[in-house]
């Protein structure tokens, strides 16, 4: 059965501190004057669930639309760093990831805090330091998923970011992994496809593969 690890987007989810919300109006409904509803929606590219390119913090860094559906798809292993307040080198190694994973998401307490859910933005939230990415990246790594707006907890160096997205690395935040369970799966992220846009808000599903 397909998991949808998507949330919905709606004008009062979280957003960054200096972002504005999604804004989803409707330009025309259904009356006498009209016969079809039109809806508009206005929101930054990094809002709800979504994927940050490299161009988000390199100069000449890739767009969405350069991505390969090849990293984009495919076997999936989802770990559960339980209480950690950070995801450190020495949490992951903790996590018994496989040799052979390459596209990785980490439930945290932010799913089980249900900071997605709430309105304002959390800067307790939980995501990797510089010594995680640095773990990831030597693992070989092609995609990385968090359960919160960055992947990057938010007093932790932005070479977090920029040494990740330099490998190619794809970054995916503010995934609903409040359905899943630990081990395989296989997942699908599929990004709006725009051009020249650094970031995108996705549909990300995943199904259990068998043990």
Known sequence: MWIDLTHPIHAEMPVWPDAQRPSLTQQCVIDETCPVRVSWISMSAHAGTHLDAPSHFLVDGKMVESLSLEDLIGPTWIGDTGDESIVDERVLESLSIPHDA???????TNTSRNLMAQSEFDPTYVGLDLSGARWLIARGIRMIGFDYLSVQAFNASDATHREL???????????????????????????????????????????????
């Open 165 to 211: 997205l330099a490998c190619g690395t794809i970054l995916v935040e503010g995934l609903n992994l409040s359905q899943t369970l630990p081990g395989w799966h296989e997942a699908m992220v599929l990004p709006l496809l725009g051009k020249d846009l650094d970031g995108a808000p996705v549909r990300a599903v995943a199904r259990r593969l068998p043990d």
């Open 102 to 108: 390459i596209r990785i998401f980490l439930r945290t």
